[in-house]
């Protein structure tokens, strides 16, 4: 049986000033991902490209200053496209804004309502194959931006494209002799050129000199990308990049030009049913993406820290209400800024903070220079990010945990990649109820909590699944310092990997509170025989 990744000590200093040295570098990745993809979601959407980067700052700057997701990062999100599109042209764009203002009060009542406990619900297979899913998307869909094809924006997390072709036509499409026309050698050579920067600066001898600890990769690919762009025009014209394989934020003159970027919603239609009909979906298909990647960042924090659910609905609903109030697209903690935060080495949430700084920034200061940023040296940047979300040994790992875990894991990378995030997820969760009713047929059980004392004993049942994950979540998350813990498996037949996993992670918390930790008889997860059982007891 495999055992759980080893997880690091956690460290006391975890606090946002002693940490920037990592969160600095790591929001300025996060910052050159999320410009595009700001941009291309607000085209996806129909609204204006400073719609985007409105959702974008505040998704930055506000989010964090009320959540306590410390590796999340909010903005713009690809799965909200077509609900924003298709509100966008029933509404109209200043009535459709009203709609992601009272979207953000429903979400920021649904937060107040304890509401939170929703994501709870969904198993790690579940969540673990929508990681794998996007990192396959990700990776699939950089593949034509790395060679200078961008007819589809950045961000398109889709099956099918804008320009006809689903995720895996594209590919072979791009050798062809209409299409081939438009790639740009040069787009590909500084896509390669990108690309090789980033694994050499992870192959250890390089990360054992201080140069590369201190230089974030990402930024150098960027600089090499911009510089590369420059000087392959020079050499000859084919190898010139066009406008539109470059970024491309609108330039403004001045602030009083900035203002004139803004919209704001239209109070009139607050008698419009159609309004109501429409903040209540985003309300409920934001809240519900957003809970899904408070807990998929969350499963890949180094720190196994656990995000207030209820406090992060709260966050996205306030934040959403400043954002229609002021032109912007709807808000919720997006994966792919997440992944590629943690992946550059966030170690707390001001690297989230840091990138909506820098968009503001850029966007009011320095457009003229990120419109340099060639999209091939993003897209290199992507395509790792990608491959660390879905890489082979997660397949074997999940695998290994076996059927019951491994089966609603591929079908929610499969149903993913070939629909979409809200659908894939779907298909996932059905499969995974699935697999519960069939070992529920075989034995049931939950578990048991007594008190003694200075003493709390959880016994665990026959069987534990990923159903009491918010109950023992709970549980464990309300037991006072310095007090004493006992896990007892000893009667159970069945234990999820779910249960497995909290209790495993749950050691790094216990030792942070000063808790005396005993766990009897937990030899693993899955199904186990009760027969001769010898007395394990971990301390």
Excluded at 49 to 60: D, F, P, Q, V
Excluded at 428 to 448: Q, T
Aim: charged content about 15%; proline content about 4%.
């Amino acid at each position: 049986m495999s055992k759980v990744n080893s997880i690091p000590q956690y460290d006391e200093e975890l606090g946002v000033l002693s940490n920037l040295r990592y969160d600095i570098p790591a929001g300025v990745v996060v910052f050159l991902v999320a410009v595009p993809l700001c941009l291309g979601i607000a085209l996806a959407s129909g609204a204006p490209l400073y719609a985007g980067l409105i959702s974008g700052i505040l998704g930055g700057i506000l989010v964090p200053l009320i959540s306590r997701s410390p590796l999340g990062v909010s903005g713009p999100a690809a799965g909200l496209a077509v609900i924003v599109l298709t509100g966008i042209q029933d509404l109209g764009f200043e009535a459709f804004l009203l709609a992601v203002v009272m979207a953000g009060i429903f979400q920021a009542a649904l937060g107040v309502a304890k509401a939170g406990v929703l994501g709870y619900f969904f198993p790690s297979s579940v969540i673990t194959g929508m990681l794998s899913g996007i990192g396959i998307i990700i990776f699939i869909k950089q593949i034509p931006h790395a060679v200078g094809y961008n007819k589809d924006y950045m961000g398109d997390l889709s099956f099918t494209q804008q320009d006809g072709f689903n995720s895996f036509s594209v590919l072979p499409n791009l050798f062809s002799s209409n299409i081939l026309n438009q790639l740009t050698p040069g787009a590909l050579i500084i896509a390669a050129v990108s690309l090789a920067i980033l694994i050499l600066w992870e192959l250890p001898l390089l990360k054992r000199q201080r140069i590369f600890q201190l230089v974030p990769a990402s930024l150098v690919a960027v600089a090499a990308g911009i510089l590369g762009g420059l000087i392959l025009g020079e050499i000859h014209p084919v190898l010139m990049l066009n406008e539109n394989q470059m970024v491309s934020i609108p330039v403004v003159q001045s602030g009083a030009d900035l203002l004139n970027q803004l919209s704001f919603p239209d109070f009139s239609q607050i008698g419009n049913l159609q309004v109501y009909v429409t903040a209540l979906t985003l309300a409920v298909v934001a809240s519900l993406e957003t809970l899904l990647c408070v807990e998929a960042a969350d499963k890949l924090d180094p720190y196994k820290r656990v995000s207030p659910t209820n406090r992060e609905l709260v966050a996205q609903g306030v934040a959403n209400s400043v954002s229609g109030l002021i032109g912007g697209l709807p808000i919720t903690q997006v994966i792919v800024r997440s992944s590629a935060n943690i992946q550059a080495g966030a170690k707390t949430k001001a690297a989230g903070f840091v990138h909506g700084v820098l968009l503001l920034i850029s966007v009011m200061f320095i457009p003229f220079l990120l419109n340099l940023i060639p999209l091939a040296s993003l897209a290199a940047i992507l395509l790792v990010v990608g491959y660390k979300l879905a890489k082979p040994e997660l397949f074997v790992k999940m695998y290994q945990t076996g059927a019951y875990h491994f089966i609603p894991f591929i079908a929610t990378v499969l149903g993913l990649v070939f629909t979409n995030l809200l659908l894939g997820i779907a298909i996932g969760m059905m499969i995974s109820l699935f697999c519960v009713l069939l070992e529920n047929y075989k034995v049931a059980g939950y578990y048991h909590e007594e008190h003694d004392g200075n003493t709390t004993i959880i016994r665990l049942s026959e069987q534990v699944t990923f159903l009491n994950k918010a109950n023992i979540l709970q549980t464990l998350d309300q037991l006072p310092d310095h007090s004493k813990v006992i896990i007892d498996a000893s009667d159970s037949r069945y234990i999820d990997f779910d249960i497995y996993e909290i209790i495993q992670n749950y050691k790094v918390e216990a030792k942070r509170k000063s808790i005396e930790l005993e766990i009897i008889n937990l030899k693993g997860y899955g199904t186990m025989g009760l027969d001769n059982k010898e007395v394990l007891v971990e301390r």
